[in-house]
């Protein structure tokens, strides 16, 4: 399979370098020259298969070209070590948990997926240390952090937005040492994802060292979550209420739901998407008026949303053509204040017993608001509530017990460098490195 950039569909390159530059020499985002639709026969006996089963069908439409089939099976087998059910909540709303990974994210297959790819790459060839640069808001550090940690011949630097995420997902990342180093950005998301594009542009960086990205402009990243959908169309088929399926993703730089967008396209009969926003409402403005306008991230408690300048929104455009009409008839948008995302997790709690994390409140609160009659609505509840413990224990008034998992991280010592939002500060340290 070759990839194409979205600001340049002409030239192709192979999906080793599409993995390990991360980000097309143009600043484009690549693309697969085509989506290639899985036969009927597959849909029909979903319900049959396992997570892993349905997944490394999936992997083969995408990558059986470049990695051979046994590689990719212990790849997608050794990533989905654990599963994602989907659980009702009330009425025709069901909620595909995301969180039972290694960091309890839903990032957690895109990272470990990508690790495993990219060790398969630096094994087939001779390559120097692979540098990966990963900018988080919150749960992708962790994530891509706890993947990589360990891999032999790549190093990774996670840059994160000072203050502005929370203290459980930032010793997720900042304690672990070894080959993983914390850069402490003062500024917010959107610098440290600039500060990230810009180190891929600068030619005295490239000489010096081989980076790549693990944020899910990687198309490592984020393809593999399209395994979600396909889990959840297919566990909601063995429940007979896969009819009229509408999936809705708290989204915010649009990786996991553009991912749900390729497996549509792959024959996935979802009906259509919702893309559930916090206060950083710029998709959401687009739907309403066809024009996309970036504009600075605001803080809010659902942290990993916090982006103002979502940067998938270009495989979006490019997979349906710069349509806006196309794009607007499968996908409707939802965007929530921080009041109104409390009173959904206080809402959902008094009501169903079922304690959401911020992000998840806007999945359901938008399913609530927007779902029609005769459709049953499934949203992404993204991460564990207690990656929120604090926030969310004020909203519901009710202690949330931490996992092992999470409190393990806890003991750890911070370790982190400290930086201004300026380039020329970053590219400093990288080539002192």
């Known amino acids: 399979m070759r990839y194409y950039s979205t600001n340049n569909r002409s030239k192709y390159v192979s999906l080793h370098d599409a993995v390990v530059n991360g980000l097309a020499e143009d600043r484009g985002l690549y693309m697969p020259e085509k ?3 899985l036969p009927e026969e597959f849909f029909k006996n979903i319900d049959k298969m396992s997570f892993q089963e349905i997944s490394f069908e999936v992997a083969k439409a995408f990558f059986s070209d470049d990695v051979d089939e046994k590689s990719l099976k212990d790849i997608v087998y050794d990533t989905l070590s654990f599963d994602c059910p989907v659980k009702k909540v009330c009425d025709d709303i069901w909620t595909l948990e995301l969180f039972h990974g290694p960091t309890l994210a839903f990032k957690d297959v895109g990272a470990r997926f990508m690790a495993r790819l990219l060790e398969y790459f630096i094994r087939q060839e001779a390559h120097q240390i692979v540098n990966v640069l990963v900018a988080t808001s919150g749960d992708t550090g962790s994530a891509v952090a706890n993947g990589f940690l360990g891999v032999d011949g790549i190093h990774v630097y996670v840059l994160y937005p000072k203050g502005k995420v929370s203290k459980i997902q930032e010793c997720q990342f900042t304690t672990l040492g070894r080959n993983i180093t914390a850069i402490e950005i003062d500024g917010v998301f959107d610098d440290c994802q600039s500060l990230v594009k810009s180190a891929f542009m600068d030619g005295d960086l490239n000489k010096h060292m081989k980076l790549t990205s693990a944020n899910s402009i990687n198309v490592a990243r984020f393809l593999p979550q399209a395994f979600y959908y396909f889990n959840a169309y297919a566990r909601m088929k063995a429940n007979g209420l896969a009819e009229n399926l509408v999936m809705c993703v708290p989204s915010g730089n649009f990786g996991n739901i553009t991912a749900g967008l390729f497996a549509r396209e792959m024959g996935l009969p979802i009906r259509r998407f ?49 349509s806006h009409d196309k794009i607007s008839s499968i996908i409707s948008g939802a965007t929530y204040t921080d009041d109104e995302i409390k009173a959904a997790v206080k809402q959902c709690y008094k009501d169903n017993g079922y304690i959401l994390d911020p992000h998840g409140a806007c999945g359901y609160q938008a399913l609530k608001d927007n779902l029609k009659k005769g459709e049953t609505g499934v949203f992404c509840e993204t991460a564990h509530p207690a990656k929120f413990k604090d926030t969310i224990e004020n909203i519901i008034n009710t202690e949330i017990e931490i996992p092992q998992r999470l409190s393990n991280f806890m ?23």
């Open 35 to 37: 989506i290639n639709r």
């Open 274 to 322: 919702i893309a559930a926003n916090n206060a950083n409402n710029i998709f959401y403005n687009y739907l309403k008026t066809g024009v996309y306008e970036p504009k600075p991230s605001v803080q809010t408690i659902a942290n990993a949303m916090d982006v103002g300048d979502p940067s998938n929104f270009a495989r979006i455009y490019d997979l349906y053509n710069g």
């Open 411 to 433: 003991k750890g010592k911070k370790q982190t460098v400290e930086l201004s939002n300026k380039f020329d500060d970053f590219k400093t340290f990288l080539l002192g490195q």
